[in-house]
């Protein structure tokens, strides 16, 4: 079993930067591909950014170039630093966590999921 903890979300101006942490506690943590998802209202939660165990990224279209997701080198730590921030990036993030391989921006397939921590994007 894994357990998430998100911290780092906030209200920033728009084209600021910010960067969201969740740490990771379980058996074999470092063993799980961990993502970033987000909700906005109104809208179905989307893909964001995912990193495999073997440290593989992959990233939604919408965020290319942007965003970068990261690991600690103990696997027990996931970041996303979020730069040129836009008023469309304002949602609340999740992180999750997910055994096997594949599948990586698909949110039914993971297995555990943060509370989640608002961004919040002024113009």
């Known amino acids: 079993q894994v357990q998430l903890v998100e911290s780092g979300g906030g209200l920033v101006q728009a084209g600021g930067s910010l960067r969201v942490s969740c740490a990771a506690s379980?058996?074999?943590?470092?063993?799980?591909?961990m993502g970033w998802f987000r909700q906005a209202p109104g809208k179905e939660r989307e893909f964001v950014a995912a990193i495999a165990w073997s440290g593989s990224t992959y990233y939604a279209d919408s965020v290319k170039g942007r965003f970068t997701i990261s690991r600690n080198s103990a696997g027990n730590t996931v970041y996303l630093q979020m730069n040129s921030l836009k008023p469309e990036d304002t949602a609340v993030y999740y992180c999750a966590a997910k055994g096997g391989s594949g599948w990586y921006r698909t949110s039914a397939k993971y297995d555990y999921w943060g509370q989640g921590t608002q961004v919040t994007v002024s113009s």
């Open positions: 379980g058996r074999t943590v470092s063993s799980y591909s």
